[in-house]
């Protein structure tokens, strides 16, 4: 099993910036792709980014491409989502994630574990 905890949601104004972490249990959390998709009220559960188990391969939604950075470090058992350039557009509920392979694929259904999820909150 795995256990996902995210960290470093909160409030900020359109332009700003917010990085959030997810911190993963495991010894064997080098074995995992990871992702991040976020989920606004009435709306589904929608894929964000996405980054293969060694860091050299990652994926963006056309929403936010250009604007939030994925990485990780294994040997912190983390991975994080440098959000820049906030919109209002962004606001919703941010899940980290952990695929059942070393790499992704843009759908929820494909993921195998799932953090509780922190708030993201862009005003205008």
């Known amino acids: 099993q795995v256990q996902l905890v995210e960290s470093g949601g909160g409030l900020v104004q359109a332009g700003g910036s917010l990085r959030l972490s997810c911190a993963a249990s495991?010894?064997?959390?080098?074995?995992?792709?990871m992702g991040w998709f976020r989920q606004a009220p009435g709306k589904e559960r929608a894929f964000v980014t996405a980054?293969?188990?060694?860091?050299?391969?990652?994926s963006y939604a056309d929403s936010v491409k250009g604007r939030f950075t994925i990485s990780r470090d294994n040997a912190k058992n983390t991975v994080y989502l440098q959000m820049n350039s906030l919109k209002p557009g962004d606001t919703a509920v941010y899940y980290c994630?952990?695929?059942?392979?070393?790499?992704?694929?843009?759908?929820?259904?494909?993921?195998?574990?799932w953090g509780q999820g922190t708030q993201v909150t862009v005003s205008s």
């Open positions: 980054i293969n188990w060694s860091g050299g391969s990652t």
């Open positions: 495991g010894r064997t959390f080098s074995s995992y792709a």
């Open positions: 994630a952990a695929y059942r392979t070393g790499w992704y694929v843009p759908s929820p259904g494909h993921v195998g574990y």
